[in-house]
């Protein structure tokens, strides 16, 4: 291929991979005679359009009882029969010119040695909804722990603004527990943090390729020890379409409680690195504990921020008589120190009752309680002298022995668009949907316009949010309905920044349902940023 012919195929793949994740536009450079070497050749900026591309989203399924297949090591993480009842979502913004195409289709579960693959499933297309399309595909797979990918293509020209959910919700038994994870978008790299080892707990990673070309993956997990790499977790294949699993207590090697420090009965803490070197893929946690006979919750854990230096942890709401829990992990080869404040109603402050700070030995992952957090929804804010990761997780057990669920809040990226926001619809069987709570926290004087999509699919008008520097302002969606005059219950938020108003703005929704005896049943699932839509991108090309 001639030069000009791969950076064309570079651009193109490029823009493609971009306006995939975040509905970026891209431009071309043109060349023209630069000073300097004779001969050479530089690019100028010259606005070229370039079509829009569709987007993806993986919707993952709901914790199940994990089966480990005799002979493997550790285990498949091959599942149990379905003991929760769910449900999925997928909205899109329809626009106004017509023509907006969205499906979802339920990923195949990777087949044992000898068996022939699975029959590819048929998609489910989306149906008109007021200002939206959605589609609402069967949940019997994703009951049986099989996530979904959501396919839309532009709209209007221009990126599709797309949002997805799945809520699993079991009342009793041992995956007792609430999980609303949102759909997302895959990458090339994820970071999950959650998750434990130890008696009575159990984690799944679970990877899955809605792509048209098959990849490999390989895992990194940082532990209370350092970072194990065992070769069960390197060179994953995964074929289109496909989903496999593998329990992380049967390929690592297994942390004391001694060594494990803080985490004590929270199990040994985990946060794993997932990288694909053949496109993007997606990844998710699954989480459960048992304590005893006792159902202690069940998580599906999604990807918390990249690390940094400066993160926040939004919709951490409190509920039961344990302790908070925040996981930092440092992925660096050089040992870190980790600061940590509470961003609340009133600004921030150090969590009553805790040591401010924590050292983070290199390639590690280490848990800290937060006794004494506000009540309503706070975020953590975790300032570091190297990048880390973060989450918070809650546990709503009223006392000891009693039965209770755990929730994971990861660190958030920053609103950077127009981000729409899946509401988590009610799981079959179930009495309703559950409740659902936005919490929204800023580290600058900020804006955010929210509005309600209401049942019919109609936007209502959007209020307007004003955030203090380091606040955390949290409502009730029911609330925000009333407020804005509706009534029913609505299935998507449209949040837009306010522009030149601050502009680190992160955002949570934390649901909850009520289960009879025992805590309430908990999820909180971290806004994506959304789609910010950039004129160009500049791209340079120098030659003879």
Sequence with gaps: MSRAGGAAALLSATGAALLVAGGLA???????????????????????????????????????????????????????????????SGLLLAGAGGGASLSATALAERPAAGDPPADAPAPTTGEPLGDLLRVRPAGAAAAAGTGTALAAGPVDGGAPVLAGTTASLAGSGDLRGLSTPACAAPVEQAWLVGGSTGVGRSTRLVLADAGSTPTT?????????????????????????????????????????????????????????????????????????????????????GAAAAPATSLLVPGVVTAGSAPAVLRVANPGAEPVVARFSVVGTSGSAVPSGAVPATAVPAGSAVDVELPALPAGGVALAVEADGPVLA?????????????????????????????????????????????????????????????????????????????????????????????????????????????????????????????????????TTAVSPGSAVPGTVAVAVTGP
């Design 391 to 523: 989450a918070v997780r809650t546990d709503s057990a009223p006392a000891a022995g009693a039965p209770g669920d755990l929730a994971w809040a990861p660190a958030a990226e920053p609103l950077s668009g127009r981000a729409l926001v899946a509401l988590p619809p009610a799981p079959s069987g179930s009495s309703g949907s559950p409740d659902a709570r936005l919490v929204l926290t800023s580290r600058e004087a900020a804006a955010v316009d929210v509005a309600i999509v209401g049942a019919d699919g109609r936007t209502g008008q959007a209020r307007r949010v004003e955030l203090p520097a380091s606040t955390t302002t949290a409502a009730d969606v029911d609330d925000l309905v009333r407020a804005a005059g509706g009534s029913g219950t609505p299935v998507a938020l449209l949040l837009t920044p306010v522009e030149g108003q601050g502009g680190h703005v992160v955002a949570a929704l934390a649901t909850r349902a009520a289960a009879g005896s025992g805590g309430d049943l908990l999820s």
């Design 26 to 88: 891209v431009t071309a450079l043109a060349p023209q005679p630069a000073a300097g070497a004779p001969g050479t050749v530089v690019a100028t900026a010259v606005d070229v359009p370039v079509p829009a591309a569709g987007a993806v989203l993986v919707c993952p399924g709901a914790p199940v009882t994990p089966l480990a297949e005799s002979g493997a090591a550790g285990g498949t993480g091959r599942r149990g029969a379905p003991a929760t009842a769910s449900a999925t």
């Design 217 to 301: 993956v390989d895992v990194t997990v940082l532990t209370a020890t350092g970072p194990q790499q065992p070769d069960a977790l390197q060179g994953l294949s995964l074929g289109p379409g496909e989903q496999r699993s593998v329990l992380l207590e049967g390929v690592l090697e297994q942390v004391s409680a001694q060594d494990a420090g803080s985490s004590g009965p929270g199990g040994a803490p985990l946060a794993v690195q997932v990288r694909s070197s053949a496109g993007p893929v997606s990844a998710w946690l699954v989480e459960g504990v048992l304590r005893g006979l006792v159902p202690g919750g069940a998580e599906v854990v």
